[in-house]
């Protein structure tokens, strides 16, 4: 049972890592560093709760049972924490906000508190590490300390149900989808965990043992909630950023083609070669270095031999569009052919703009790039009677040192 309580408490803290990541932006960000905490709590809620932490607790402190208020503190500061959380996210007026944060704080405070007292005038000399809920259920003051524990995680949950059903409503996207994880993970505590321990308290009263319910469905089904409300508020603030990742690292690998041709003559700065640099930062880094190429090369656009290139493009049946894209391309490679060569600029020059000079971000480049790849072969076009794309092979083969 440790050992699965443990890497629950991994999930968690790997999760609070990916939010925390930039530690001072974090700092100064409520709903980051709302979210980070909230996280920690429920690994640490975990952490706590695993029968060899129990006993180490016990030992350390020589106190019996003294893991008991210990996880049950834990697990009122988590709701505290959970509700922080929603309060933050659902935002509004700063002064707001901070009462309501502050009434929260203040409640699970004085539940902290009411736990840790009601422990101390408790007798429970027995050391109990899986069912301590159900066989102190009938013993005066630990009977109060589990119902209270009980009863503030309760009412955490069935908040946040109410809040998250309610804005989930008014929303869509990916907000929608993590308020509705949230809201599963909530209703899996609720029946899963806390119906569980009620059950199983309640039956200790009335005579009867149900102690399984407390001790063998309760942990799991607590753990799945967690989880499940974990992703729910990391989904929304994470995935973004992985999906822009993933597209950066996607425009990186198509520029490729395009990079190997003018690569040569770029004058930007090397890349580092850190392997841990994120694909945006690479992608970032290409861009730059080829916008710095094509500036180099400007002088040796031949427009005739991209005015031959979109007519053929055109006769060919190519849209407007792609037929700019390849007589770009055609003019491209044949001024990296010159600039190569060390030939003079062509007389028939004169200021043009790229197309993937005049959108914004890399969509330019990488359509020019694709029609560098996808050039097809045919009659010589560059003065001299060379072919400009017998070139890119010469250009483009060539292995790259520093970039992925």
Same mark, same amino acid.
């Given at each position: 049972?440790?050992?699965?309580?443990?890497?629950?408490?991994?999930?968690?803290?790997?999760?609070?890592?990916?939010?925390?990541?930039?530690?001072? !932006?974090?700092?100064?960000?409520?709903?980051?560093?709302?979210?980070?905490?909230?996280?920690?709590?429920?690994?640490?809620?975990?952490?706590?709760?695993?029968?060899?932490?129990?006993?180490?607790?016990?030992?350390?402190?020589?106190?019996?049972?003294?893991?008991?208020?210990?996880?049950?503190?834990?697990?009122?500061?988590?709701?505290?924490?959970?509700?922080?959380?929603?309060?933050?996210?659902?935002?509004?007026?700063?002064?707001?906000?901070?009462?309501?944060?502050?009434?929260?704080?203040?409640?699970?405070?004085?539940?902290?508190?009411?736990?840790?007292?009601?422990?101390?005038?408790?007798?429970?000399?027995?050391?109990?590490?899986?069912?301590?809920?159900?066989?102190?259920?009938?013993?005066?003051?630990?009977?109060?300390?589990?119902?209270?524990?009980?009863?503030?995680?309760?009412?955490?949950?069935? $908040?946040?149900?109410?809040?998250?059903?309610?804005?989930?409503?008014?929303?869509?996207?990916?907000?929608?989808?993590?308020?509705?994880?949230?809201?599963?993970?909530?209703?899996?505590?609720?029946?899963?965990?806390?119906?569980?321990?009620?059950?199983? $308290?309640?039956?200790?009263?009335?005579?009867?043992?149900?102690?399984?319910?407390?001790? !063998?469905?309760?942990?799991?089904?607590?753990?799945?909630?967690?989880?499940?409300?974990?992703?729910?508020?990391?989904?929304?603030?994470?995935?973004?950023?992985?999906?822009?990742?993933?597209?950066?690292?996607?425009?990186?690998?198509?520029?490729? &083609?395009?990079?190997?041709?003018?690569?040569?003559?770029?004058?930007?700065?090397?890349? &580092?070669?850190?392997?841990?640099?994120?694909?945006?930062?690479?992608?970032?880094?290409?861009? $730059?270095?080829?916008?710095?190429?094509?500036?180099?090369?400007?002088?040796?656009?031949?427009?005739?031999?991209?005015?031959?290139?979109?007519?053929?493009?055109?006769?060919?049946?190519?849209?407007?569009?792609?037929?700019?894209?390849?007589?770009?391309?055609?003019?491209?490679?044949?001024?990296?052919?010159?600039?190569?060569?060390?030939?003079?600029?062509?007389?028939?020059?004169?200021?043009?703009?790229?197309?993937?000079?005049? $959108?914004?971000?890399?969509?330019?480049?990488?359509?020019?790039?694709?029609?560098?790849?996808?050039?097809?072969?045919?009659?010589?076009?560059?003065?001299?009677?060379?072919?400009?794309?017998?070139?890119?092979?010469?250009?483009?083969?060539?292995?790259?040192?520093?970039?992925?």
């Amino acid at each position: 049972m440790s050992l699965v309580v443990y890497l629950a408490a991994l999930v968690f803290g790997m999760t609070s890592v990916l939010l925390f990541r930039r530690p001072r !932006t974090a700092m100064s960000n409520p709903l980051t560093l709302s979210t980070c905490v909230a996280i920690v709590l429920g690994a640490l809620v975990f952490v706590c709760a695993a029968p060899a932490t129990l006993r180490t607790v016990n030992e350390l402190t020589r106190v019996t049972n003294f893991g008991a208020p210990l996880t049950y503190g834990m697990l009122s500061a988590y709701s505290c924490a959970v509700l922080v959380l929603l309060i933050n996210w659902r935002g509004g007026p700063r002064p707001v906000v901070r009462r309501a944060v502050i009434r929260s704080m203040a409640a699970y405070g004085l539940l902290v508190a009411a736990i840790v007292v009601l422990f101390l005038l408790a007798d429970a000399d027995t050391e109990r590490l899986t069912d301590l809920d159900t066989y102190y259920a009938g013993t005066p003051f630990m009977r109060e300390m589990i119902l209270l524990y009980l009863l503030g995680h309760s009412a955490a949950m069935l $908040v946040m149900c109410a809040v998250c059903l309610k804005w989930s409503r008014e929303v869509d996207g990916l907000l929608r989808a993590g308020l509705r994880l949230i809201l599963l993970g909530a209703l899996l505590d609720l029946v899963g965990f806390q119906f569980a321990k009620y059950t199983a $308290v309640a039956a200790r009263w009335t005579g009867h043992d149900l102690d399984f319910l407390s001790t !063998t469905v309760a942990p799991p089904m607590a753990s799945l909630a967690a989880l499940v409300c974990s992703v729910g508020f990391a989904l929304p603030r994470l995935l973004p950023s992985v999906l822009a990742h993933w597209r950066g690292l996607d425009d990186y690998r198509r520029l490729g &083609p395009l990079w190997s041709l003018v690569r040569s003559v770029s004058t930007a700065p090397r890349q &580092p070669s850190a392997w841990w640099q994120l694909p945006r930062a690479r992608l970032q880094w290409r861009e $730059v270095s080829i916008h710095d190429a094509l500036l180099t090369l400007a002088p040796y656009f031949d427009h005739r031999v991209r005015e031959r290139a979109r007519d053929a493009a055109l006769r060919a049946g190519r849209s407007p569009h792609e037929a700019r894209l390849a007589a770009e391309a055609a003019m491209l490679a044949d001024a990296a052919r010159r600039a190569a060569a060390h030939e003079e600029p062509p007389d028939a020059t004169g200021s043009y703009r790229l197309h993937a000079t005049e $959108v914004p971000g890399p969509s330019g480049l990488v359509e020019l790039s694709q029609a560098l790849h996808h050039r097809p072969p045919g009659p010589a076009t560059a003065p001299g009677g060379t072919h400009p794309s017998s070139l890119t092979g010469t250009l483009t083969e060539p292995e790259e040192p520093h970039v992925a």
